[in-house]
């Protein structure tokens, strides 16, 4: 993708590009997460320090986990991220998605495309089959992105992950593999 302003983008959409993130986007990532901590909340606790930064690109970096940056892919500036998080293989290659838009780029198709680019390489280049979405019954706008994906409700489950001090009920959206092309 010679023409692109960032040579390292995995695939890149119509507006969209992902590239993986790396120890050097700590500055951009924790200045967007600062500007979005309003708009994150309740659903989304991200790093807002270099040392929290440090924390969550460390665990980015396990051999289970992927973490992917949603990019203008014109100008490469950094609109959302989609981490794959607990990956298993053998017989399950499944994990778990962890998403989130930064506030002045929400609302405008970064993340439809960038979870779209993501969903392929994960079934694609990844190998895996089937990944699972963790959400809260009241997040109209994630419950919206995986619904216009394709992603089936699978099950409710109460008390599901600790979140904002408590633990929290938690819809399991997911889709496999054989899923992606099909007519949502
Ligand atoms: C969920 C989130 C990532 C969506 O990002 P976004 O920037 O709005 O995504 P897009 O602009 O690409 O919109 C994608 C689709 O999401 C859905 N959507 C977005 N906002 C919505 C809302 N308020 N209500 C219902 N659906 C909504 C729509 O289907 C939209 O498609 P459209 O173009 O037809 O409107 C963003 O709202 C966010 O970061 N929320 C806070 C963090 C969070 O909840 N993370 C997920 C935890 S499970």
Redesign the pocket.
């Known amino acids: 993708m010679s023409d692109s302003p960032h040579a390292e983008y995995i695939a890149a959409g119509t507006r969209a590009a992902i590239r993986s993130i790396a120890r050097g986007d700590r500055e951009e990532f924790t200045r967007l997460a600062r500007e979005s901590v309003e ?2 909340r309740p ?2 606790f991200l790093p807002t320090t270099d040392d929290a930064f440090d924390g969550y690109i460390g665990q980015l970096e396990r051999p289970d986990r992927e973490g992917f940056l949603v990019c203008d892919r014109e100008t490469g500036a950094v609109t ?1 991220f989609v981490n794959v998080n607990n990956i298993v293989r053998g017989r399950f290659q499944s994990g778990y998605l ?4 930064f506030v002045l ?9 960038g979870l779209g680019l993501v969903l392929r390489h994960a079934f694609g280049p990844l190998g895996l089959h089937r990944l699972e ?4 019954p009241d ?7 995986v ?2 994906h394709g992603f089936r409700l699978e099950g409710f489950s109460p008390e599901y992950l600790f979140i904002d001090g408590a633990w929290r009920d938690h819809q399991r959206w997911a889709i496999t593999r054989e899923m992606l092309d099909e007519p949502a």
């Open positions: 708009f994150h659903w989304l959302g962890g998403y989130g838009a780029s929400a609302g405008r198709g970064y993340m439809a495309e979405a963790n959400i809260q997040n109209a706008a994630s419950t919206g992105l619904k216009r």
